[in-house]
Each structure stands twice: as C-alpha cells, then as structure tokens.
C-alpha cells in the first residue's frame, strides 16, 4: 500500500507486483483475482465513513459504440495499431488514430479497446468531444477505482486519478474518442509505466502527433467495400435478387467511404432497393445528400454519432476558427468546386484565389475586415483543412498537392448559397488560369490543371459562360494541342464553338476566336484542306461582323494561307500573303512584327512555289530589317538567315 496522504490512496500489494509484468506485457487475466481496498486517509468527506467494499477488478468504466453491423476488420490497419502499442518506446504508448469522418477511427479503436482491455485491469472509454467530458470520465474512473474517495470535486478527482495511473504497477489502457481540440487535453494526458492510450481524433497537429504514432485512417479498400455491401445486404430480407449488382460501383460513386457505405446499405434494406436503383438516386443532383443517406443516424444500425453532412459540417466549423480565423471556410469552398483527385497548391495560393477569400471576409460571410490575404495565410487555411481532415495536403505533390473526398465536396456545395456558386466557380477558374504556366515543362501539372477545369464546367451549367466566355476554358483548349493531343484539342474546340455558339451566338467574339482554334488545331491534326476552308468560311464572317482591318480578321487571313500551302495550293498561298502584306503595311507599318512574319511566309510560299531566287531575294531584303527591328539574336532573324541559305541553295546560286 502506499503511505498515508500519497496521492491516489492505495496501489496494488507486493504479491501481484510479482505477476510477470515485465517489458511491459499484461498478466494473465486467470490470476487477477485480488482484491483492492482504496482506503488512503483523507479520501472521503466530511462526516463519512470511508467505504470499504473491494474494488473487483479488472475494472470498466465507460462504453465504446456497439460493433457496426457487417464490421470489417481491415488487417493492415489492427496490425498497425497493434504494432504501435506494443513498440513502447516512451514510458506510454499514446496512438493517434486520425481521418475524415466516417472512415471508422472509432470503430478501430473499438476493436482495439476490446482486445486490449481482456489483459488490462482497469479499460477507460472517454468520449473526448470537450475538456469537461474528459475530467468528468476521469473523475468517474477515479471513483470506480477508489470507492473510499468518497464525493469530491471532479477536477481533484481527475488529477488524482491521472496521478494513480502514473504510478501503479496494474495494466490499464484509454481510449480519447474524438478529440476535438488537443488543447483541450492540456495536463489530461495518461501517462505510466503499464498503461496504453489511443486517441481517436480529426486533427492532424503536430501536437498530435508529438504525442504517439499516427495511424491515417483512409477509405475501405475496393474489396472491403465489396465484402461489406454482400454481408449487408445479403443477410437483408425483402430485397430484389439483384440487389447486389452494380455493388461494386456504388462503391466506388462513394468513394469507399464507411460511413456512406453503411448509410447507402441502410436505405437499400429499408426501401427494399437494389445497388443500381441507389445509384441512380445517388447520381441525381436535384437530390441532397440529407434525401440520399439517412437523417438519423440510427437508421444505418451502425452507432454513429453524426450525419455524413454533419460531421463535415461540423469540422469545417472548427476548422474556421483557427487562425488565420475565417479563411477556412471560404478556402474549402474554392476546393469544392476543384477536381478531388488533386488541385495545384499554386491554384490555391495564387492572387485570384486570395482575392476570394478577401471578398468573403468582406462580404460579413465570415468574420474579418475584406483586407488583402497574404499568400502565406491562403496556406494556412489550406492547412487548417488538412488538420481537421477536411482535405489532404501532401506539399510534396506539387501537381496534386489537395485532395478532397467526393461526397464531402458535395456536402460542402449544399450549403452553399446557390446565388454565390457562379462566383465561387470563376474565382476557381481564374486561379487555374493564374497557375497556369506559359509553356507546359510538366506535363502532370498540365494535366491536372486540364482536369480541374474539366470539374468546373460540371459544377453549374452557365457559371463558365456569364456574363462572358472563361478564358480557362480556351486555355485547357490549347493545352491539349501543346501536350500533342492535337486531336483531342481539334475535338475539344469542336464542342467548344458549337456551346459559344448556342450560349453567346454565332457572331459573339469569343464564337468566333473559338472556330479559330478550331480551325487551327485541325489542321495541326492533319487535316490542312478542312482547316484552310474552316478558315475561309470564317474570314467571311470576321469581315462581315469586325470589318477588313480587324487583327482577328488579319490572322484569320494570315493562317488561310497558311493552310492553303499546307494543302499543297503554294501558289494560292503565296498570293494570298502578298495580298495580306499589303494591308498589313497599311494598318501596322513597315516595322510590326506581324508584317515581318509575312513577308516572312511570303518569302517562304514563293520558294515552295517554285522561284527559288525570288524566295531567296526576299529573304535578303527581310533579313536586313529583322536585324535592324529585333537584333541579329532574335529567333525571326535567325530562321530567317536559315530560310535564305536555303533558298539560295535551292536557287544555285
């Protein structure tokens, strides 16, 4: 026993000192058979009597969530948290178990308590939401293993029972579900040589993770969600005979996400559906996520605290009040909008993006004064998103640094005022076209930027087209032909011009430029004579609705001709850059680089048309000004010192 005023009354007697707990392995649960007698002095109040009654170990206090129906066991994860709490390597093992919502942390952690606690004497299961939950549990836990303690005030008591725990010799695990906030666990941190922690939690702080190894729950594997939605649903009566078909694929419309997948299963039993007709209710955007998954949480039969929306919702609240305070949610609205699979940090980061989180603050949306957001707090909110598992952000994947979970994109877009939408949409995609690099070194990011927008243009029908043409939407255009899919841009600006042209009209600018690039990219696909008469039919509608001298309607001309040259019209070609040279000198100059570029291809069209010398005397004459407008190192002035050897190879001369 210990003596008289130590702090948590007794300890266990000698004899079970010696049960073999060394290295710190549980004893065998055959012999704790002792009885324990809390009796310290001073542990009990005024006028009482202390209690004698013996403490019957093992002790439990506290209740985990019932076993979800059709549990997976997922192995890798157990073995891994098995692992963690058998490596001791400080004085406790204190495991974070972090995640997203609904990806069963709990649950694990459920299992894991259970296993344990059949070697520990005393198994404590906190529900950690808040400090006060936490002191309450500890007090109660005081209170079950010291009877004498008598009433008290439940901070005494919980300091008094974190004391115990850091000095006996008796095995004890504690489970800290869904921890909220680490600070508030501030000295209320277990700790002792025999003990073992897990910590279920959201939060990915450092501070977590100062305090144990960190297990990242994801998403079911594919075969998991399988095995689960057949053991679900086949032990269900009342269902069609094919309920099971299309399991597989719903599985994969939510994301392999635990929580969705026992809510999805939940509806198809009561409804008395099949996976497919779920799916088709799923794939429905009419509907909300609150008509899709169940509202109360017990209908899925599985122990679950909060709603799929609520428990996002919920993290996106605390997520906002970490400083920088605010940016969190507006930041998380700009994600949900973005591709899943991974945005740009740079996207996130860059001045279109921080000049919507200014607006949001200022809009009184969020608290804040509207001031400009620098990029280091743009991050930060990032971040912040990542600590509460709102999103995950893996700086080291510069192309798809953020990813964030279907549903929970969804989820986040539902309570979004359908009026800001558009703006969240354009904000979006301006700060693609901000990330977006001149020339495309990486192709990854190119890619990724090309999908991203790909995910705007689903999010709302017109918010890309109103008051005008994205240009983000030309950009990813362009990108394709620049990557070499020259003819997926050719196709993508086919579909481009026929939407400008139904949403804006046929005579609207960006129709126009539209079937330019249309034009263009069709040719660079191969097809010279359907873009030279694409450009024809075009330059007709450029001089009907800009007139002659427009540049649009110059550079139609300009790449006329080159297509007819291409085709293999050189004549036709050459006549059509001397005819364009005329005008061009007109309205530029003699010194424009425009004007230069076509006596540039008037020269060339002349040669391929067969007079070399010609061609070749031109050049001459060009090259003169290139070096005297742009420099003897200027890239024109060297292909055109290149085109004149050349001609004048060909002339003989």
């Known amino acids: 026993m210990t003596a008289p005023g130590q702090p948590g009354g007794g300890d266990i007697p000698a004899t079970v000192d010696a049960r073999g707990l060394q290295g710190g392995q549980f004893g065998d649960r055959n012999e704790m058979h002792n009885h324990y007698y809390a009796a310290g002095p001073g542990q009990h109040g005024p006028g009482q009597q202390p209690d004698q009654r013996p403490v019957e170990w093992p002790v439990v206090v506290g209740r985990p969530p019932l076993r979800a129906d059709a549990y997976q066991e997922r192995p890798a994860l157990r073995d891994a948290l098995a692992a963690a709490l058998a490596e001791r390597r400080t004085a406790v093992v204190t495991q974070v178990v972090a995640g997203d919502g609904g990806r069963g942390k709990t649950q694990l952690a459920a299992a894991a308590f259970e ?35 008598g009433p008290g005030d439940a901070g005494q008591h919980a300091e008094r029972f974190l004391t115990w725990l850091s000095a006996t010799a008796r095995p004890w695990v504690v489970v800290l579900d869904d921890v909220a906030d680490p600070a508030d666990l501030a000295g209320l941190w277990p700790a002792g040589p025999t003990g073992q922690v897990i910590v279920t939690t959201r939060r990915r702080d450092a501070a977590m993770r100062a305090r144990g190894t960190v297990i990242d729950v994801g998403v079911f594997l594919p075969a998991e969600s399988l095995a689960y939605l057949t053991e679900k649903l086949g032990a269900a009566s009342g269902l069609p005979a094919d309920a099971l078909a299309g399991a597989a694929e719903l599985a994969e419309d939510l994301g392999q996400l635990p929580l969705a997948l026992s809510h999805a299963a939940a509806v198809i039993v009561n409804d008395g559906i099949g996976c497919a007709e779920y799916r088709d209710r799923l794939a429905d955007r009419t509907r909300t996520l609150a008509e899709i998954f169940p509202g109360d949480p017990g209908v899925a039969g599985d122990d679950y605290a909060h709603t799929l929306a609520g428990a996002w919702s919920l993290a996106r609240d605390r997520a906002n009040t970490l400083p920088p305070d605010g940016l969190a949610g507006a930041m998380l609205d700009i994600i949900a909008v973005l591709d899943p699979n991974g945005i740009p ?201 800009l007139g002659p001298d427009h540049p649009h309607t110059l550079t139609t001309r300009h790449n006329l001709a080159r297509w007819r040259g291409q085709a293999g019209d050189a004549a036709g070609a050459a006549a059509a850059c001397e005819a364009l040279l005329a005008d061009r000198l007109r309205v530029l100059g003699p010194d424009h680089p425009d004007t230069l570029t076509t006596r540039h291809n008037l020269a060339w069209w002349r040669g391929v048309a067969g007079d070399a010398a010609g061609a070749a005397a031109a050049c001459e004459a060009l090259l003169a000004d290139d070096l005297r407008v742009l420099g003897p190192d200027h890239p024109d002035t060297l292909s055109t010192r290149n085109n004149l050897a050349h001609w004048q190879q060909q002339a003989g001369s």
């Open 115 to 149: 296993r344990t606690r059949a070697a520990a004497e005393l198994a404590v299961w906190v529900t950690a939401a808040s400090r006060p939950a936490v002191v309450s549990a500890y007090a109660e836990a005081y209170a079950a293993t010291h009877p004498a303690a």
């Open 345 to 545: 940090e740079t996207a996130l980061t860059s001045a279109a993006a921080r000049s919507w989180l200014a607006t949001r603050l200022a809009a009184g949306d969020e608290p804040g004064t509207g001031a400009e957001v620098p990029a280091e707090d743009a991050r930060r909110a990032v971040r912040n998103l990542h600590r509460l598992s709102l999103v995950n952000h893996d700086p080291a994947t510069t192309a798809r640094a953020i990813r964030m979970h279907a549903l929970a994109q969804r989820a986040t877009l539902e309570q979004l005022n359908p009026a800001t939408l558009p703006a969240v949409i354009r904000a979006a995609a301006d700060a693609l076209l901000q990330a977006w690099p001149d020339i495309e070194a990486d192709t990854t990011l190119g890619q990724t930027l090309r999908t991203n927008t790909t995910a705007l243009t689903g999010r709302h029908d017109a918010a890309l087209w109103e008051p005008d043409a994205h240009p983000v939407l030309s950009r990813h255009g362009r990108s394709l032909g620049e990557a070499g899919l020259v003819a997926d841009a050719a196709s993508y600006f086919t579909s481009l011009a026929r939407n400008a042209a139904q949403i804006l009209g046929p005579d609207h600018p960006h129709t126009l430029d539209t079937r330019g690039n249309l034009a263009y990219w069709r040719g660079e696909a191969g097809d010279a004579a359907g873009a030279a008469v694409a450009c024809e039919v075009l330059l007709a509608d450029y001089l009907r609705v």
